[in-house]
């Protein structure tokens, strides 16, 4: 998008733009490079050493159930907004991002990737990228409340914090639906025309009659396979911790993964993870273990979407 005011465009300062990535990368390479030097390389060494065949497979299995889910969000979603996107098209397209998230610096790539091309493919560039954003966002969401009932439930570090952090979120939400109640009908400035799409996005692609159901479903089905990767990955590292503790552990390392921060998915996760583990009365060590299981048994069950990246360049070969 260029500048209107005669600026530098991102796409002219690719050195700015670059410089920019590696900043933000910054927070997740610092992460790892702090728990390196509190830990050392043993905890990251010693997750990884104790993956099997049968987690592997695991991972494999429930990538699936995870990816496809993604899938479907992303065309009801999609559908709503007035850019069709069949299944299948969908299904490979998010098994082709989730193995450039898992590979790439930013841990956002992919779904960049696949939210600029569906938007050329569908002839509407802008309606691709706000499906993708939103698709993202009500998983996101879903997650949030997955994370705030079973915080409430479940014996956690942050659990004192919850009440005050549910207040904070409901009050923002309110302001949100405020906003939009309270939106002119008419005008032409940019922030008013930017929330009068959102609003019509979010009526269209999240809260239609057609998707709200199907969005919210998928959405659940994720969260559960993300928390059983999780769950997996922890009991391959060796944690023999009850089910009750684990679970709000992995949850709040799930939430740090959203930032986006990360090195190839590691960096927030494992940082989380440590200090969880360890507030929780279990070694931070195990944390960090654990993490770098998840990530690992990630990027097994992201695999499939290589295929698909190799499938299209014998497809379509380079241009010399």
């Keep these: 998008m260029g500048d209107e005011a005669g600026g530098v465009t991102p796409e002219a300062n690719p050195t700015g733009r670059s410089r920019w990535g590696w900043l933000r990368l910054a927070p997740g390479l610092a992460v790892l490079a702090g728990l390196v ?32 889910c993604a899938a479907w969000r992303w065309s009801l979603v999609a559908g709503g907004l007035g850019v069709r996107l069949p299944l299948r098209r969908a299904v490979a397209h998010c098994y082709r991002a989730v193995f450039l998230n898992a590979t ?29 954003v939103w698709e993202r966002m009500a998983g996101q969401v879903v997650l949030v409340a997955v994370a705030l009932v ?20 409901l009050a923002v939400l309110a302001g949100v639906l405020l906003a939009a109640r309270l939106l002119p009908d008419s005008g032409a ?3 008013t025309r930017a929330l009068r799409t959102a609003v019509s996005d979010v009526r269209a692609g999240l809260l239609g009659r057609r998707t709200w159901a199907g969005v919210l479903f998928a959405s659940a089905l994720a969260v559960a396979g993300h928390l059983a990767t999780f769950l997996v990955a922890a009991r391959t590292a060796g944690s023999t911790a009850p089910l009750s503790l684990l679970l709000p552990l992995t949850l709040l390392a ?19 993870a440590a200090w969880a583990f360890a507030a929780a009365g279990l070694t931070a060590a195990e944390g960090v273990a654990t993490a770098t299981v998840y990530g690992a048994l990630v990027l097994v069950a992201s695999l499939p979407g290589a295929a698909v990246l190799l499938a299209r360049r014998v497809r379509v070969p380079a241009t010399v």
Excluded: K, Q
């Design 189 to 191: 400035s940019r922030f």
């Design 104 to 132: 790439l610096p930013g841990g956002i790539l992919g779904d960049v990737h696949r939210a600029v091309r569906h938007g050329r493919e569908a002839g509407d560039i802008g309606r691709g990228i706000r499906a993708v």
């Design 150 to 169: 079973l915080l409430f439930a479940f014996p956690s570090p942050v659990r004192p914090y919850l009440p005050a952090a549910a207040t904070v979120a």
């Design 37 to 68: 030097y509190w830990l050392g390389t043993g905890p990251f060494l010693a997750g990884l050493r104790l993956i099997d065949a049968p987690a592997l497979l695991a991972a494999l299995a429930i990538g699936v159930l995870t990816t496809v």
């Design 254 to 272: 799930l939430l740090a993964m959203g930032v986006p921060a990360n090195f190839a998915g590691f960096g927030p996760r494992e940082g989380v």
